[in-house]
């Protein structure tokens, strides 16, 4: 079994897209961005998606964090997250992997009584929570398919719209030589200033998916909290068929929600 925690769009798209395939003929099992990003938001989609029940087309799935983010995060995220607006995202649409740029879109999540905004980004939810509902499935039930996947990333909080409009700006001047060496320089000097994040400056983390039908009424919401996404750990037991797998396809869902439930990650009451 593979098992990382990277959370770089491109990579987990490699991982499902190309090396999934390998491993499934060989039997081997292939979990990318096994880490708070993004098995709380696997866990919250399929949440939702249950609660929901079989008309539930679409889920959007957001990630926020409570304290100084700039001071609790660690020199390898800030670098991390500027490169990750340079290269191309993708989303979960009409029933299929699309290609777009990072921080594309921006949508509003209701966090205790508050929205807060985040911007859109690749991640392992497109993957994973579409095949917990494959055209066909239900038996007698009529179950439609899941045909629309969104994951958004709130973490710059006020700035998000300004994050949106440096990506847009950012990406086509990316692909210069020129700036792309003058970027990979800054990332590394940025990776360079402080390897981990500031013990004194605790955060906390929220993630929140939201169902929807076919018409966009909302269905369903799951809001999970836990402690500083660094410290997060999830041990389940029993990984099931081989491939490159979502957290929610290797484990089960009660398995998955249990092990989360002992990292620290809770269901708040739904509002």
């Known amino acids: ?9 491109p990579f987990i798209r490699q991982v499902f ?24 938001g696997n866990l919250a989609g399929a949440l939702a998606l249950q609660a929901a029940g079989p008309t539930a087309t679409g889920v959007q799935v957001g990630y926020f964090v409570r304290g100084n983010i700039g001071k609790g995060t660690s020199a390898g995220t800030r670098a991390s997250v500027a490169d990750v607006l340079l290269e191309p ?21 209701e966090i205790d009584g508050k929205r807060r905004q985040g911007f859109s980004i690749g991640s392992s939810e497109q993957f994973g929570l579409p095949r917990l509902r494959p055209p066909g499935a239900g038996g007698a039930a009529v179950q439609v398919p899941l045909t629309d996947v969104d994951v958004y990333l709130g973490w710059f909080g006020g700035a998000t719209r300004l994050v949106q409009a ?9 692909r ?15 990776q360079r200033s402080r390897a981990q994040p500031s013990a004194v400056q605790a955060i906390r983390s929220d993630v929140v998916a939201v169902a929807r039908d076919a018409g966009g009424r909302k269905l369903a919401a799951v809001h999970l909290t836990g402690g500083d996404p660094y410290s997060f750990t999830a041990a389940a037991q029993g990984v099931r068929p081989a491939g490159a797998l979502g957290p929610v396809e290797a484990f089960g869902l009660d398995s998955l929600e249990s092990a989360c439930a002992g990292a620290g990650f809770s269901r708040e009451p739904a509002p």
């Open 17 to 40: 897209e190309e090396f999934g395939p390998h491993a499934e003929r060989a039997g081997a099992v292939l979990l990318t961005a096994f880490g708070c990003d993004y098995v709380p």
């Open 89 to 109: 995202g993708y989303a979960f649409r009409g029933g299929r992997i699309v290609t777009e740029r990072s921080a594309a879109h921006v949508m509003s999540f």
């Open 176 to 190: 210069l030589a020129g700036v792309r060496r003058i970027l990979d320089a800054q990332a590394r000097r940025i």
């Open 1 to 9: 079994m593979y098992l990382d925690s990277s959370g770089e769009p």
């Open 166 to 174: 440096a990506s847009a700006l950012g990406t086509p001047l990316g």
